[in-house]
């Protein structure tokens, strides 16, 4: 059966239009009679580019042709598929669910329309056509159709660079989250190595505690990475205590001591400052202040600086307190040298029970040879670039 000239076959004749060929909108005609085929090409050709198709098979092949119709004309009647069978499947298609149907149909009854407006066409016009009516009717979905696409592509385009500003936007935080960290740190005499070491053991006990069904609600992937990001802050409070007690290469006296055991609190003082200044509550500083104010207290209820114990204590300082005692032990510091790694792993199975959570210790067992990996990818003589930390 043969087909008058339309696309993808051109036209024998040029249509009169402001806008270059390949910038016209397209429309797809579907229908088995020739003569409709013909009545339709002529009637469009001039505004628009037209396909044609005379079934459902190669409708559905000319619908994915690029560029893609920008609106589809389909009767209903026609052998093998039909119209409302090609509406659905083109509805299906992720490529072409957004492409306008318009049933062109001699089916005019009230069941016939609601059938193909349930498939999912936009407009439905019986036969015998009037020129007028479906020249207006395909002008108006034309246009609604390139008013959507470009809301589509706005909303797009705005989609990436809102990505783009959070991701900066979240880089910059992580900077000046570690800068800040870093400060107490390096009063300390410690590193911005101890600091990714310590993120990435909370980390690596976090998942692998959110592998038992006792705590997998507790510890999703957001509050795992939240975890991440705020465990370098645990010794924020440090830039409190007086260079003399915190930088003292000796056993600190009794009173000494003391002072020293502020940390905790003013690192809490530091962060809770820092939460008032916002709108609504942040669960990373949330995260930020259990960790810092708590990771010195013990299971057994004998750590400070609240005597809190059991799960009374935070998970998140919980968590902190094994990577921390972990790190500090296999780390040289001037007033004691470092242990390795079986002398560090022995010291925190011991304390399971009184300084840490047993459950937390079991899941540290299962990952120490992952902590001896962290330790020397992190170790103190191969230091990682700060933008990276």
């Not at 003569?35 to 000319?62: D, I, S």
């Not at 800040?180 to 390096?186: G, H, R, V």
């Not at 962290?374 to 670039?385: M, Q, T």
Request: hydrophobic share 40%.
């Amino acid at each position: 059966m043969s087909l008058p000239p339309a696309e993808p076959i051109a036209a024998t004749r040029t249509p009169p239009s402001t806008l270059a060929d390949s910038e016209r909108p397209t429309v797809l005609v579907v229908d088995d009679t020739p003569e409709n085929l013909q009545l339709m090409n002529g009637l469009l050709r001039e505004h628009w580019r037209v396909r044609l198709a005379n079934n459902g098979e190669t409708a559905l092949q000319l619908a994915v042709h690029q560029p893609l119709p920008d609106l589809v004309l389909l009767d209903v009647m026609m052998p093998g598929i039909d119209g409302y069978a090609v509406c659905r499947r083109l509805k299906a298609d992720p490529l072409t669910r957004h492409i306008p149907v318009i049933f062109l149909t001699a089916r005019d009854q009230d069941e016939d329309q609601q059938l193909g407006f349930s498939c999912g066409c936009v407009d439905y016009i019986t036969k015998p056509i009037s020129p007028p009516l479906v020249m207006a009717r395909v002008s108006t979905h034309i246009a609604l159709k390139r008013a959507n696409d470009r809301l589509a592509d706005n909303n797009r385009t705005l989609q990436v660079e809102l990505e783009r500003r959070t991701d900066e936007v979240q880089r910059v935080q992580d900077v000046t989250i570690m800068a800040m960290a870093s400060l107490a740190e390096t009063r300390d005499n410690e590193t911005g190595m101890h600091l990714r070491r310590t993120q990435n053991y909370v980390k690596r006990l976090a998942q692998r505690l959110a592998t038992d069904s006792r705590y997998a609600e507790e510890l999703s992937e957001e509050v795992i990475e939240q975890l991440f990001k705020s465990a370098p802050l645990h010794d924020i409070g440090k830039v409190g205590i007086p260079d003399g007690i915190l930088l003292k290469p000796g056993r600190l006296t009794p009173q000494e001591f003391q002072i020293m055991k502020d940390h905790p609190v003013l690192g809490d003082r530091i962060l809770a400052s820092a939460e008032r200044r916002l709108e609504s509550p942040s669960t990373f500083l949330r995260f930020a202040r259990e960790i810092a104010r708590h990771h010195h207290e013990n299971w057994d209820g004998s750590g400070y600086p609240d005597g809190l114990a059991g799960e009374a204590i935070p998970l998140s300082a919980r968590l902190m307190a094994v990577a921390d005692v972990y790190d500090a032990l296999i780390s040289k510091r001037c007033y004691k040298s470092a242990f390795d790694h079986d002398q560090a792993c022995a010291f925190i199975l011991q304390a399971s029970g009184s300084k840490f959570d047993p459950t937390i210790v079991d899941a540290f067992r299962a990952l120490m040879a992952d902590f001896a990996a962290i330790a020397a990818r992190y170790r103190d003589s191969n230091p990682v670039p700060f933008d990276q930390i």
